[in-house]
């Protein structure tokens, strides 16, 4: 079970990366302009 809780924590960090990456550019495309 704590090796399911582990995987399942890494996995919603990676797609919060993924997510604020794409917040980001998002941001500095509409900044641009």
Same mark, same amino acid.
């Given at each position: 079970?704590? %090796? =399911? !809780? $582990? %995987? %399942? =924590? @890494? !996995?919603?960090? %990676?797609y919060?990366? *993924? &997510? &604020? +990456?794409?917040?980001i $550019? +998002?941001l =500095? *495309? &509409? @900044?641009? $302009?």
């Amino acid at each position: 079970m704590k %090796l =399911r !809780c $582990k %995987l %399942l =924590r @890494v !996995c919603i960090a %990676l797609y919060c990366s *993924h &997510y &604020y +990456r794409i917040m980001i $550019k +998002r941001l =500095r *495309h &509409y @900044v641009e $302009k």
